[in-house]
């Protein structure tokens, strides 16, 4: 079946815009995940979803990023005033349910620059 | 200290050769333990997943854990060209919120 998809691949927007990126989970996936990775480094998280409940938000690092998942199913990252800083590559992640040993499958991300 | 650690690399190993790959994790809390393999320009493909000490293989693939040296290590057998990637180690405290190291950089070279 079809894994996670995301949207856009690419996007390159100008410093103070903001840019909305788009999660698509595996169907039937109750659990869904963004994680932001840098060059170089394994994915941190930002925030997870149970259905439409965000569960934690903890890794966002600011009140510019914020996440939705209204009907639980796709989900949306905003970032608003984007800063250079904010240039990365965003990944979404499900999973069949949050429990401990659910594996998380991940999308081919989005990759955000910030000029 | 990071919560979860794992050496950078590159580990460069011939082909044929075992492959070994370490990580340590700060939180004993920690349940789950994963490795992902991450081809460059590539998303993170789950390769293997163990919650309980001893030893998981599936494959050429082993997985060990050791919680009480809070330790997990991936083996790799009969490594191959095609193994080269960048190897994440994973945990979670049982929340849905992996942890991940740095990645691990193997290079199986023919």
């Known amino acids: ?115 | 200290q990071k919560e979860v650690e794992q050496n950078s690399g590159p580990l460069s190993v011939p082909e044929g050769a075992i492959a070994s790959l370490n990580c340590t994790y700060s939180d004993r809390g920690s349940q789950s333990f994963f490795w992902y393999r991450q081809y460059s320009g590539k998303s993170p493909e789950l390769i293997m997943s163990i919650y309980s000490n001893g030893d998981k293989e599936d494959g050429r693939f082993t997985a060990q854990l050791n919680k009480a040296s809070q330790y997990v290590s991936l083996l790799i057998r009969d490594s191959q060209p095609s193994d080269s990637a960048t190897y994440l180690c994973a945990v979670t405290l049982g929340t849905g919120k992996l942890i991940f190291g740095q990645g691990t950089t193997l290079q199986v070279k023919p």
Request: glycine share 10%.
């Open chain 1, 1 to 115: 079946g079809a894994g996670v998809s995301q949207s856009p691949r690419y996007k390159v927007t100008k410093r103070g815009q903001d840019v909305a990126l788009r999660c698509d989970p595996i169907s039937g996936h109750v659990s869904l995940y963004w994680y932001r990775q840098a060059l170089g480094q394994g994915p941190e998280f930002l925030t997870y979803f149970n259905y439409e409940a965000q569960q934690d938000k903890s890794g966002l690092p600011n009140d510019r990023f914020s996440a939705e998942r209204p009907e639980g199913s796709i989900s949306t990252l905003t970032i608003q005033r984007t800063e250079q800083r904010d240039s990365a590559m965003y990944r979404c992640a499900s999973s069949l349910d949050q429990g401990f040993n659910q594996p998380q499958h991940f999308g081919d991300g989005t990759r955000l620059s910030i000029l």
